[in-house]
């Protein structure tokens, strides 16, 4: 062997052991494992709990009033003391014998006038005051039952600039029903708010990720319930419900692992009835089939009705829900917006706009006693149904395309045996087919009232309001529609209605993403439908939206909503968090790729890791992505699925309680999607966050 | 040849991974959390301005209502740019901009306002102002509320009673004055304060 030989062989040796060495790190995860000194330039995801945050600015309160004394001439106040309804303020001082107070905030005419009265039961008087006007000095006079005046100046900010704007169209006060009008939002583009008989927005909920595509309603207790502000996925499925009042204070927070969307129904038992969610969208790809009972007391659900098992999943009529993406991973193929009691809790109605479907199914059995909807497309696997839908009867007959709240109303015939259902009949395409689909120009939206009689299978139309308005009222999708108990009225709202450039359009899609205007009209209406009350909700300069889920009329004080006092009742958390699944995907061992992620919540709510944001790749965003979060600490790591929405946006819910102790990195592994098909080109990337979340030893308290 | 350039080759790709074992104890910087695909930035470039924080405390006794500046800035125009992703994938900029009146710049004040004992004090924005070199003072906008738009975080413009408050408040000054000479000055008694900043504008 010649010395040239000889030095090839050397290096040819040195440098597969070079290589053999650097796989070895390679698969090692070496490259990808923190150190000390990287986790020392990580920051710790920040502990919050809304429920912990309450509780500490309640007794921040109570130190401050400590620290002088306050009496009914010189009461301690302030303003928005959750930071919840900026145009609330709660009023404390020492009642010196005082029982209640009347409390009046003045408005500008008699219509703006709010009234109402608290009872004194405690050394300390709490009394809230709701119901105050933005931008101004508002008179407030507290009376005592002692016969004591006092007239107190609060003041409060202007609205916020991108809030949507209320345009009164006509109010007739007294022949309205009683209340204040709730403005439920869809969307977190627009505020949810509570406005008078002047459209006068006199409450609004600040934080504009809750409460929001999704009901909500006032429970038998006086307190609301409506959607928290933690999303599973945007833009409407949410974690959890919360249980509050109009200052803002969470009674109780019940976690839904199936999340929840659209209407919710507090039951004769007090249970909440709401639809929903698989427990698990990625597993059986599909969403928003299922309606599930939550248990008041736990938070647990103890029922879940999934409609794949009842009706058809596989019939699919043509629609504007339907996106034009293929292959997507999460089909809405029934997208139920309602679920309510009926028969004395012993049945269940259930709508299914995108198939354009009323179903009452047996609530034990789960038997489908009738269908309300379109003959239309049931054959092939939909055959089966044919059976159980309604016929129609009587001069006078529409169907319903692409309903929304069906709403039990009481008796109206006298005949205990027949069903009279009030619901807003979006019309949308009024057809099942794109070729005969009505333009979005020409259409209308109504509210209409049905009598069903399930015994001879028949349907009859009884009343209806909003044809005669024609593309006035129309609204592609959203509102509903409810009967008012004191006047006899219906209170209607034309949810979401679409334009670009002021040619009215059905793109529910871009509507949903706050591309398009998207504006809304409420209409209230008496028996014969004459108009008492109508306000048109138009976008803001900042965004487009100006849509409404729905309106309702409410008690706005109610006296047992504001039972506690401060200090005396935390806020609990019921029932079970989502949790991301592990993920079957193999441990990534480099970063690499131009991946990149933008956080719009990062906390550690008592050791479940919450995060949610967008990815992007290369500075761009897609519309169709996928994330796993990452958490590796210098000896162990995991991966686990988030849930992806449209443009990037995902979600991801950990229980690191269940994790080994240690310091963990955060990254992200990921890909986005060209284009609007699941299987189009992929660009893939792992990528750090610079976000370290800490484990404590089992017996260690949490960050 | 084919050998020593295949050498050459094995030897770049461990060059490589040598190279990214090296980097992968760094860490990234911190993704903020923030509004998805929205960027919020000045449009004209404002010059932040270290405050010279003289805080000259006129009253013997403790402040009740302690104010510090994080930091001043000047600005003729808010403007924000947002990514809006449509359905079907293209990618829109959607802009909106905020301008003072003609003539006028905005000042950004970050501000931390702290109560620091209980008691019956309210902070009053009504005595809380900016004053010039000529001795000019100004309000707090009434209606800033415009600033959240733009990623700015704002503070209650409602008199505070309790807490540790922070965030921007928002005021309007002639693009003539002496932006180095400024003093915030809060006169309500027993927190009475003046801080002498500066605020560049481009």
Known sequence: MNNRRKWILILVVGLAALLFAAGMIFSSGALVRPTERSLAGMTEVPAYDVLSAQSALEQEILADYAGANYTFAEP????????MNPLSALVLFDPEGAKSVKVTIHGDDSADLFTYEKSIDSARAEVPILGLCAGRDNLVTLESDKGDIVTLTLSTEPLPADFQTYELIESQPYKMEPGFTLMTACFNHSYTAIIDANAQVRGYLSNIDMAHGTSMIQLANGNMLATGDEYIQIPYNMMSLWEFNWLGKIFREYEVPNAVHHDI???????????SNSANMVATGTREDVAVILDRASGAVIRAYDFRKIIDETRDPYHHFDPNIINLPVVDWMHMNAAVPYDEGNAIIVSSPIQS???CIDKDTEQIQWILGPHEGYEGNSAYLSQYLLTPVGDEFEWQWCQHHPMVLPDQDNDPNTLDLLLLDNGQSKSFLEETAVDASQNYSRAVQY????????????????KERGAECYAT????????????????????????????????IDGVLGDVVTRSRVVEVNETGDVVFEVSVLEDPYTKSGETYQAKRIDFFSPMSFDTLLGEHNGERLGESYVCDASAQKQPLIFIGKLAVQFDRLVNENGRLVASGVLSYDGEHYLLSKAVIVLQSATDYYLFNALNALNGRFFGSIDTTALKSGVYQISIAGGVVEGNDTTGKVRKGHVLTGYKITVPAADETAP | ????????????????????????????????????AEQSELAEPAELAEPAV???????????WRITIESSELTTNLSSTKAVVEYGGDVNQVSYSDQPDEGYAYLLLMLNIDKTQPGKEKFLWSELAVTDADGNTYSRLEDDTFLELHGLPRIKATDLSIGNNQGYACFQLPLSIDSSSLTLIYSAEGSKQSISFSATAE
């Open chain 1, 265 to 275: 129904v507090e039951l004769a038992d007090g249970n909440i009835l709401c639809v």
């Open chain 1, 451 to 466: 009598r069903i009689d399930p015994t001879a299978m028949t349907v009859e139309q009884i009343w209806e309001y909003g």
């Open chain 1, 76 to 83: 301690y106040f302030i303003n928005d003391p959750y930071d």
């Open chain 1, 357 to 359: 479907m009323v179903i």
């Open chain 2, 1 to 36: 040849m084919k050998r020593i350039k295949r050498f050459f080759q094995i030897g770049f790709m461990i060059v490589i991974m040598l190279f990214s074992l090296g980097c992968a104890g760094q860490a990234a910087e911190p993704a903020e959390p923030a509004e998805p």
């Open chain 2, 54 to 64: 003289q805080a000259t405390p006129e009253a013997v006794a403790p402040l009740v």
């Open chain 1, 477 to 508: 999708f959203l509102g509903d529609a409810n009967y008012e108990p004191t006047t006899g009225n219906r209170l209607i709202t034309f949810g979401g209605q679409l334009s670009v450039n002021g040619v009215r359009t059905d793109d529910i």
